[in-house]
C-alpha cells in the first residue's frame, strides 16, 4: 500500500512539473535560442589612437563603441627595433606598427575570422587564447616623411611707412612645421622698440627667428621669404634648430608716408592756391560777359521785342478761337432744348 501510494505521489509531480512546463511560452525557447547568438561577437573596433606624427607622443590610449561586450586590455606600439615607452615620441622616416589586445566581457567570446579596425582601418588578427576570448590585432603605418623644411615663408608683416609704429608680429602658413620666435626691427643705431615709429630719411632692416616643430629640421638650403621678397639667413642655430633671416628696406620717402585722419599743411595750402585759382577765374569769365554785353549790336534788342510781340499776337488768336468754340457750343445746346 506504501508503494502505490509513493508511485501516486510521483506520478503527481511528474504530472505538475509537465503542466507547468507546458505554460512556458514557446517563444521564450527560442528567445534562448537568440540570446545564446548574442555571445559571439564577430566584430571589434578600437578607435581615437593618435595616428603616428613626426614629434608627436605615442598614444597607448583608444576607446571601443559604446555597448561594446569586450574592452582594451593594452596598447603598443612597435618600431624596426621594437616595443616602444610611452614617452616616446615619433620620428622622421621611420614605419610604425600598433598592437590592440581586446578581452571579451563574462559569457561572450570573438567569432573566428571577426572583423578588426583601427581607427577605421582594416587591422589583421595576430593571437587569440583556446576559447576565443582574448584576441590581439594589428595595423601597419608607412614610414613617416623626412621632416626636413625646404621652405619658409612669413607674411603680414607691415612694411616701414613714415608715421607708423613698427610691427612685430608675423604669420605662418596654415599647417607648417615650424613657428615664429621674435620678430626685430633695425635702424642705423641698433634695434627699435615695439613702440617706435618709422622716419622719413631712414633706412630699415626686418629680422625674423623660427623655430622647427618637434622632430623637424631646416634644410641647409631652405627658401626664406618675408612678404613674399626673399629673405637672407644670418644665422643658423645648433642646439635649438632655430634659423634668423633679415630682408632690408631702403631709405623712406616721402611717398612712402603712412595713411594718417590728420591733413597735411601743405594739402591746405594746396586747397588755398586752387580756390585763389578758382576765384581768379571767376572774375576773368565775369569780366568777358561785361565785355561781351557791351560789344552786343542794338539789333539783338529790338529782335527780342519783336519775338515778345509776335507771342502777345498768338495769346490773342488763341483767346478769340477758344470764346467762338464756346458760342458756337451754346448755340447747339440750345437748338436741341428747343427740339425737346
Not at 498768338?314 to 436741341?336: E, P
Request: charged share 20%; net charge neutral.
Amino acid at each position: 500500500m506504501k508503494m502505490k501510494a509513493i508511485t501516486k505521489r510521483i506520478i503527481a509531480v511528474i504530472i505538475t512539473v509537465l503542466m507547468l512546463a507546458s505554460l512556458i511560452p514557446a517563444t521564450s525557447v527560442f528567445a534562448a535560442k537568440d540570446e545564446f547568438k548574442q555571445y559571439i561577437i564577430s566584430s571589434a573596433e578600437v578607435s581615437g589612437l593618435t595616428a603616428p606624427k613626426i614629434g608627436a607622443d605615442v598614444d597607448t590610449s583608444g576607446t571601443v563603441p559604446s555597448g561594446s561586450n569586450y574592452s582594451i586590455v593594452k596598447v603598443n606600439w612597435f618600431d624596426a627595433s621594437g616595443v616602444l615607452t610611452k614617452a616616446t615620441s615619433f620620428e622622421a622616416g621611420k614605419p610604425y606598427r600598433v598592437s590592440v589586445e581586446v578581452k571579451a566581457n563574462d559569457g561572450y567570446k570573438f567569432q573566428s575570422g571577426a572583423n578588426f579596425k583601427i581607427n577605421g582601418s582594416t587591422a589583421t588578427e595576430t593571437n587569440a587564447n583556446t576559447d576565443r576570448t582574448q584576441i590581439t590585432f594589428i595595423f601597419q603605418y608607412p614610414a613617416l616623411g623626412d621632416g626636413v623644411i625646404k621652405s619658409v615663408k612669413i607674411t603680414d608683416i607691415t612694411a616701414p611707412k613714415i608715421g607708423a609704429d613698427v610691427d612685430t608680429k608675423g604669420s605662418i602658413p596654415s599647417g607648417s612645421n615650424y613657428s615664429i620666435v621674435k620678430v626685430n626691427w633695425f635702424d642705423a643705431s641698433g634695434v627699435l622698440t615695439k613702440v617706435t615709429s618709422f622716419e622719413e630719411g631712414k633706412p630699415y632692416r626686418v629680422s625674423v627667428e623660427v623655430k622647427p616643430n618637434k622632430g623637424y629640421s631646416f634644410d641647409k638650403n631652405a627658401a626664406y621669404t618675408i612678404n613674399g621678397k626673399t629673405a637672407t639667413v644670418t644665422h643658423t642655430g645648433t642646439a635649438d634648430n632655430t634659423v634668423v633671416f633679415i630682408l632690408d628696406y631702403a631709405a623712406l620717402k616721402k611717398a612712402d608716408t603712412a595713411t594718417s585722419s590728420k591733413k597735411p599743411t601743405t594739402t591746405s595750402s594746396k586747397v588755398t592756391e586752387e580756390s585763389s585759382g578758382v576765384s581768379e577765374e571767376t572774375s576773368l569769365e565775369e569780366e568777358i560777359v561785361s565785355e561781351t554785353e557791351s560789344i552786343t549790336p542794338s539789333s539783338t534788342v529790338s529782335v527780342a521785342e519783336k519775338d515778345d510781340n509776335g507771342l502777345d499776337m498768338t495769346l490773342v488768336i488763341l483767346i478769340i478761337a477758344i470764346v467762338a468754340l464756346l458760342c458756337a457750343t451754346a448755340v447747339v445746346v440750345t437748338i436741341i432744348i428747343k427740339k425737346k
